[in-house]
């Protein structure tokens, strides 16, 4: 067994000590009751228990393989359903021979991503563990919210959430619209190409410089909180107000990536065009630019960020009836939990997809650059 593979299938075997245990109390007679009060030979109890310690034997082999890891993982899924099928009912407090199980299954999960992480091929093997080990932190969180029977208001299960995306999907989709298409989008236009120009003005001009950049600087000290409530009482409470938060919050920090990008050229390169009589437009356009387009979309990526929490938060401060933030702050004052997760996870997909694809856009752009050509490689 090589030491790659070592830890994976030591995991696995720790696997069978809970599933073993689960085993004999659903067959002892000492008083402990098994998942559910069933005495036949087919009980929950026992097929799952079952059905994990054949997962650990499959498990500690030590061929690294996608062949040898499919039946593990597989294995892991359907006693995992099981599993959250024998849950006992919420008022019933689950026995020790289920928390075994819990135990077994969480170190079998363990051991199935660690196995699918560790493949090195094919090249979509990486996106695919991080999606499986996603869901099964939602399974682990509806599997104990449901058995500690959680309330709903202090921890709605991940199937409840779920539920209130489509059946509230008017209200999420006018939201959407509201607080992305309109305000996040424009804000974040506006801030960034202000902060890249300016920088691009200030980095040619030694009077901006020394005049311009302390101003620009105080924006970045302004909080969220006492600005939000002016921007409102400024230009209403529509969309333009959170426009102006936005463009508040993601000016200051593509102003400074852009300047530390134009001054991150190199002397030999800034002299090979000077020996050429380049002018100073073609020094930007062919040299300047180029080498600070790492710095100027690190700050995008950044305040892809800042834009959403900025008009989310802005939202609590005076909105019409839709927007993210507004939905949040009115539907918790509510108690419809559910409804305000929903809210969450759809901003968090938004924020997640708005990097995504200023990641994808980086790598066409600055392909030249080593650490893009290094995630190509």
Not at 177 to 203: D, M, P, R, W
Not at 232 to 244: E, I, L, R
Not at 305 to 311: P, Y
Not at 323 to 337: C, D, K, P, V, Y
């Amino acid at each position: 067994m090589s030491r790659s593979t070592m830890p994976g299938a030591v995991g696995a075997l720790l696997a069978i000590i809970p599933a073993g245990l689960a085993l004999s109390q659903v067959f002892s007679l000492s008083g402990f009751d098994p998942v559910v009060p069933l005495h036949a030979l087919h009980s929950p109890a026992l097929r799952i228990a079952a059905l994990q310690i054949v997962c650990v034997l499959l498990a500690a082999q030590a061929v690294r393989s996608l062949v040898c890891t499919l039946p593990l993982l597989v294995g892991s899924v359907i006693t995992g359903a099981l599993l959250l099928f024998a849950v006992p009912a919420g008022e019933s407090e689950p026995a020790a021979a289920f928390w075994l199980l819990v135990l077994a299954q969480a170190l079998l999960v363990r051991t199935s991503v660690q196995r699918l992480a560790m493949l090195d091929s094919p090249r979509w093997i990486a996106s695919f563990t991080a999606v499986i080990f996603g869901l099964w932190a939602l399974y682990f969180w509806q599997l104990l919210v449901t058995a500690f029977a959680v309330p709903r208001v202090l921890m709605p299960a991940p199937a409840d959430i779920v539920m209130a995306l489509f059946t509230q999907a008017d209200k999420l989709g006018g939201d959407f619209v509201q607080t992305v298409l309109k305000s996040v989008l424009s804000g974040y236009l506006l801030g960034s190409g202000l902060g890249i120009a300016l920088g691009i003005a200030i980095e040619r001009s030694p009077f901006l410089q020394r005049g311009l950049l302390p101003i620009a600087s105080l924006t970045s000290t302004i909080p969220l909180v006492g600005v939000a409530p002016i921007a409102v009482m400024w230009f209403g409470f529509d969309w333009p107000s959170k426009v102006a938060v936005v463009v508040l919050m993601t000016f200051f920090p593509a102003l400074v990536s852009t300047l530390a990008g134009l001054g991150a050229a190199g002397k030999l390169e800034r002299e090979l065009m000077h020996s050429y009589a380049a002018s100073p437009r073609q020094q930007l356009l062919a040299l300047r630019l180029p080498a600070a387009m790492p710095f100027i979309f690190g700050a995008l990526k950044v305040n892809a960020s800042l834009a959403l929490i900025g008009a989310i938060v802005a939202e609590f401060f005076g909105s019409p009836t839709a927007g993210l933030g507004f939905r949040i702050s009115t539907e918790a004052s509510r108690m419809q939990m559910p409804l305000v997760w929903a809210a969450i996870v759809l901003s968090a997909i938004v924020g997640s997809v708005l990097y995504a694809l200023l990641v994808r856009l980086e790598r066409r752009v600055n392909f030249w650059h080593p650490s893009v050509r290094a995630l190509q490689s």
